[in-house]
């Protein structure tokens, strides 16, 4: 049950008549492991925070630089050389107290990716490189737990969500089976600050519809966006029958 307090912090998505308390409590019971708590990973932590999400586990072993600062939201200059996946769970507890955080600084690998993975009832794939989503899908999918996936580089961005408790969800070694060379990320490449809040956002927002059962999440369906001309398409996805992850 809500107390006043919540019911008066979530007010706003209580009023509205598909989500009611339902949703409200299915959000505070779940459990969300968000992976990468820079550009992507702090809109998608602090909605989810906001919202109440009842516990949120942050991965990342980076720590703030100068130039993150540029689009990592969370984050100020006071705060530099600080763990970013602890200066985040730290900035979520400030916004909502109700919400347990944990911050894991080491990478995420092996079984201890797994452990987590298995230990929650979402995750949301906010990295930026190939390997490491390869790794999180493969745990995802073995687990049977929904992945939130996106990506943001210069000006373009996309979303995805790989759902594998249904049987004609593929998965993102459906959409990416090469995994020879690395993606160039925004180190290399640049990229505008608003676009990852933009894609942040999304991620928050399908991480959401699939926890509480409200609305249609992208299960299957590719969006993506050129920021530079505020564009967005839409693309299905197949699941790959010869999938050396998903098939069975």
């Not at 708590?37 to 925070?49: I, N, Q, S, T």
């Not at 020879?180 to 990229?191: K, T």
Request: proline share 4%.
């Amino acid at each position: 049950m809500l107390n006043d307090d919540e019911l008066m912090r979530y007010s706003r998505q209580i009023l509205l008549p598909s989500f009611d308390i339902a949703g409200q409590a299915r959000l505070e019971s779940a459990r969300v492991l968000v992976v990468g708590a820079g550009g992507l990973g702090c809109p998608v932590a602090l909605y989810l925070a906001a919202a109440g999400v009842g516990h949120l586990t942050l991965a990342d072993d980076d720590v703030i630089e100068l130039a993150n600062l540029q689009r990592q939201i969370a984050f100020e200059t006071s705060q530099l050389g600080e763990s970013k996946a602890q200066a985040l769970a730290e900035r979520v507890q400030r916004i909502n107290p109700s919400v347990t955080a944990k911050a894991i600084t080491e990478r995420l690998e092996g079984g201890d990716l797994l452990e987590q993975v298995k230990s929650c009832d979402l995750v949301v794939d906010c990295t930026d490189n190939f390997s490491t989503r390869f790794a999180i899908n493969k745990a995802c999918v073995a687990s049977k737990v929904p992945l939130v996936s996106g990506a943001a580089i210069r000006g373009e961005g996309q979303l995805v969500v790989f759902d594998s408790r249904q049987t004609e969800s593929p998965c993102y070694h459906c959409l990416y089976q090469d995994q020879g060379d690395e993606e160039l990320n925004c180190s290399e490449a640049g990229v505008i600050g608003p676009l990852v809040g933009i894609i942040g956002a999304c991620q928050a927002m399908e991480a959401i519809k699939v926890l509480s059962g409200v609305g249609m999440p992208l299960t299957g369906r590719l969006l993506i966006l050129d920021a530079w001309r505020m564009e967005w398409r839409e693309m299905k996805l197949a699941r790959d029958p010869e999938c050396p992850v998903c098939a069975e």
